[in-house]
C-alpha cells in the first residue's frame, strides 16, 4: 500500500508544482530570499538554488553564493555580472544569498526622450506610481547616452560586512549604449529587509555586460511598471543567519552601499 501511495505522490507531484508556479505567475508577487540587513552583516552563503528561484520569478536582482557578483533576470533569462564586468549565463545549481524576483507583468507603459539622469529618472518614476505604500518592479528599454555599473570581486570565510567589500568595488562605463534596467521600488516600511527605495541592475542588449546600477543618462527608452501587491520572504536556515544581530540600523551603510 505504501508503495502505491507513493507512486501515486510522484505521478502527480509534477502537476502540483506546475499549478503553483501557474499560480504564482498569475500574482502580483514580489519573491526575495534573505534581507538585505542580513546581507550588510555578511551573511554570503548561498541558501536558495536559482533552479528554485525561477519558480518565483522571471525578472529581477540579487547576488550570488559568497557575494560573486551581480544577478540580473530578465524575460526569464538569468545572467551573472562578475567583477570582469561580463555577464554570464546562471545555471539552475548555483545559489544565492540574496534575491528579488517577480513575473513581470507591465500595467503602465511610459515613451521618454528626454536627457534625464538617474536622480531625475527616479523622480519621474515615483509620479507615475499611483501609491507609495506598494513596491513597484520597472523595465526600463532602449538607448542610454551614458551608464556606470559596478559589481563586487566573490568572498572568503571569515566573511567581511557588506560595506568594506564595496570599497573593493569594479566600476565600468558605458556611452552610447542600448540597454535595460531591472529595478524595483521598495516602501519606506521595507528598509532593512530591502533598500528603502530604488534597487536598479542594468544588462546592455546584447546580453554580454551590466551590473548594479550607480548612474545613467536616458536617451530614448521605454517604461514599463507594475504594481506588486504581495511579498513574500524565504529566510535562510543557516547558522549564520541564525547568529547574526540584525537589530541594528544599517541606513546609512546601506546608502553608501547603494550609491
Same mark, same amino acid.
Given at each position: ?39 550588510? =552583516? ?15 520569478? =522571471? ?54 526622450? /528626454? ?17 507609495? =505604500? ?11 547616452? %551614458? ?40 516602501? =519606506? ?8 527605495? %530604488? !534597487?536598479? !541592475? ?9 551590473? !548594479? ?10 517604461? /514599463?511598471?507594475?504594481?506588486? /501587491? ?6 535562510? /536556515? ?22
Amino acid at each position: 500500500m505504501r508503495k502505491i501511495r507513493r507512486s501515486l505522490w510522484l505521478a502527480v507531484l509534477p502537476a502540483i508544482l506546475l499549478t503553483g508556479a501557474a499560480l504564482a505567475a498569475d500574482r502580483d508577487l514580489l519573491f526575495q530570499t534573505s534581507t538585505l540587513q542580513a546581507l550588510m =552583516n555578511g551573511v554570503y552563503d548561498g541558501d536558495c538554488s536559482f533552479g528554485e528561484l525561477k519558480r518565483h520569478g =522571471n525578472f529581477g536582482l540579487g547576488t550570488f553564493d559568497g557575494l560573486d557578483g551581480e544577478m540580473v533576470a530578465v524575460d526569464g533569462q538569468f545572467y551573472q555580472v562578475k567583477t570582469d564586468g561580463k555577464a554570464y549565463p546562471v545555471s539552475p545549481a548555483q545559489k544565492t544569498p540574496f534575491c528579488e524576483v517577480t513575473f513581470f507583468k507591465a500595467e503602465k507603459v511610459l515613451d521618454l526622450s /528626454e536627457p534625464l539622469d538617474l536622480a531625475q529618472l527616479e523622480k519621474r518614476l515615483l509620479s507615475q506610481m499611483p501609491s507609495g =505604500n506598494f513596491p513597484y518592479a520597472f523595465k526600463i528599454t532602449g538607448k542610454f547616452s %551614458y551608464v556606470k555599473t559596478r559589481s563586487v570581486p566573490p568572498q572568503t570565510k571569515p566573511y567581511p560586512p557588506l560595506l568594506e567589500v564595496a570599497k573593493h568595488q569594479a566600476v565600468f562605463e558605458f556611452k552610447d549604449v542600448d540597454g535595460v534596467i531591472v529595478g524595483f521600488y521598495h516602501p =519606506n516600511y521595507l528598509a532593512g529587509i530591502n533598500v528603502a527605495g %530604488y !534597487h536598479c !541592475h542594468f544588462l546592455t542588449a546584447d546580453r554580454r555586460a551590466g551590473g !548594479h546600477l550607480l548612474g545613467c543618462r536616458i536617451k530614448q527608452v521605454r517604461v /514599463e511598471l507594475e504594481q506588486l /501587491e504581495d511579498f513574500s520572504l524565504r529566510l535562510p /536556515e543557516s547558522a549564520a543567519f541564525s547568529r547574526t544581530d540584525l537589530s541594528g540600523d544599517k541606513k546609512q551603510e546601506i546608502e553608501k552601499v547603494e550609491k
